[in-house]
């Protein structure tokens, strides 16, 4: 992606564009049909509305203007998705061990917590996995300042939430990173 | 034989959490801790389901369409709780629950 702007030559920097967009198309081509194949099956994909809506999805692509580009790390995916499974699923066996025990042991309260994550996919992500974490519901956000509400305010949920944020830090690029290394320096 | 008797397992498992959910919505205090039975115990509870289907699903398609339910779901149930919840900060708890 960053070579395509590299600006060398005009009409060069233009068909890298050019070839970017087209990858895109192409791209975004494949995930409809992909898609239509998961509903619909397979012999469905050769329907002529099956290939009007794949193409018909290519070219929108084409025409729209490229939204900014997400700042993964595919690298750190795994680790991230094995952390959540593993969470979300001690939340989910928490909250029901205590939803089925005859002396119901919930201490809820609230709790403020200031995260350093960007605006944008890394906040959201961490907010909506925060609702999926043993006991944490995120509640409010203002600013950087996060209100959650806990079930249980003596666990030691700033903890979790620490861990949770290095996490997925690790799985985007902080604009702020490359603003300060400007290139190179980013893999 | 084996894929179905995993499938009733990890079924009846999924039925357990969705049960403890309905509990925890009955049985909590107020609509935050309402919100945490919902949308924790119903994912796993829809997660076990989901992985107890796949063994019976009739090829990658269907996998690939159970996952991408769960994952709807997941993103759809932790949005509405978040969204609920910062409903009720800013404008109360709701009047049957005083």
Redesign the interface.
Known sequence: MARASVPSHAGRRFAGRGRSRARRALATAAAAALLWWVLAGSAALLEPLALLAIILAAVASLLLPAGRPLPLRPGALPGLLGFFLRSSFLGGLDVARRALDPRLPIQPDFLTYRTELAHGPPLTLFMAVVSLLPGTLSVRLEGRLLTLHVLDRDADTRAALIALEQRIRKAFHDPRDRRASDDGAAP | MIANALTVILILAGL??FA??T??LL????V??R???L???D???L?LVILGLMFQAGGP?DI??LL?IWVLV??AG??A??MV??R???HGEFESDR
């Open positions: 357990v959490f403890a959910g509990a925890g049985r909590f205090p107020d935050y801790s919100l945490h039975a949308t924790k115990a994912n796993v509870g997660g398609a690939l369409k991408l997941l993103a932790t949005t709780a978040h919840a910062q009720t900060w800013t």
